[in-house]
């Protein structure tokens, strides 16, 4: 693979990637003008704003971002390792989905602790999006949002999209462009490291099935754990006290898998040509996008 090549291919990415986040974040406020004057009762319930949301996000700003992903199709596609139909069994699933969810509750705590580093810096309490977004919804509308939407969406483009167009350059390219983009789409200090370590199980699961359900249905589990699930707990203190027990045995068995190497071992291992890294990262669409997660990252910091 030349440089040329690698440096279209991401730059194609990026530019992807940040037509999403411009589309998804800013396209709703012409619409709410618009509702504003015409239907201003409807800016007070909580549905009509969580559909427009997600129709914005899912009906616009993904196709956007596919059709532009799309040109960053390697030009060489036969070399694109094809996808094996492996069905996981019940133990594999669950040896993956205790892992998530171990690596969820660690790197949770790497992102709270940033948090908190940054808000002693600031001199005042620094923005939590995870936590304003879940309470100002319903349960029912949470897990629509969280349990169901998400998953579907963020698997579709994060693995199966994303490996289109980078999978030609081995499963270590694919798996880190994937986590890392995943990551930096979240634009909050407190989601990067966990959506960063999350994001390689289920772009490893995705890999290793060829299958995006299996990815979207461990996706989904997870967001219900860590998502949902403290919200019941609000009332119901068993399930607190079961989910503790869970976050503690699911990152020691974290833990014990990173510590015995056994998280990943990737198969294919092309040859790319020196400065493949630089061509991938040094490009105006990735470095633009990789801006604009920062910047929306320290905006919440500071004003949310």
């Given at each position: 693979m030349g440089i040329r090549e690698i440096r279209k291919s991401y730059n194609r990415l990026g530019w992807s990637m940040l037509a999403y986040m411009a589309i998804y974040q800013f396209m709703s406020l012409p619409l709410l003008?618009?509702?504003k004057q015409f239907w201003p009762e409807l800016l007070s319930e909580t549905w009509f704003n969580l559909i427009l949301n997600e129709v914005i996000q899912y009906g616009i700003a993904l196709p956007v971002a596919v059709l532009i992903m799309n040109s960053a199709?390697?030009?060489?596609p036969q070399e694109v390792r094809p996808q094996r139909k492996y069905r996981l069994s019940a133990g594999e699933f669950v040896h993956y989905l205790i892992l998530s969810i171990g690596l969820l509750f660690l790197f949770n705590i790497v992102g709270t602790?940033?948090?908190?580093?940054?808000?002693?810096?600031?001199?005042s309490q620094a923005g939590n999006i995870v936590e304003q977004s879940l309470t100002s919804y319903s349960i029912p509308q949470a897990f629509l949002l969280t349990v169901i939407s998400a998953p579907i969406g963020e698997e579709l483009l994060f693995r199966k999209c994303i490996f289109r167009a980078v999978g030609c350059y081995g499963e270590k390219a694919?798996?880190?462009?994937?986590a890392s983009l995943f990551m930096l789409m979240h634009g909050n200090v407190i989601q990067y490291p966990y959506a960063f370590a999350v994001g390689l199980v289920f772009g490893w699961v995705y890999l290793r099935t060829g299958s995006i359900w299996y990815s979207i249905f461990l996706h989904a589990i997870v967001n219900f754990v860590g998502g949902i699930l403290p919200l019941l707990g609000e009332d119901v203190p068993a399930i607190m006290v079961g989910l503790s027990i869970l976050y503690l045995v699911s990152s020691g068995y974290a833990i014990w898998i990173i510590w015995r190497k056994r998280y990943f071992r990737v198969r294919n291992k092309p040859e790319l040509v020196e400065g493949a890294l630089d061509a991938a990262l040094i490009n105006p669409g990735m470095m633009l996008f990789t801006v604009a997660s920062f910047v929306m990252a320290g905006y919440i910091i500071l004003y949310l």
């Open positions: 003008l618009l509702v199709k390697a030009p060489k602790y940033l948090n908190y580093l940054i808000s002693l810096v600031k001199g694919f798996l880190f462009t994937s």
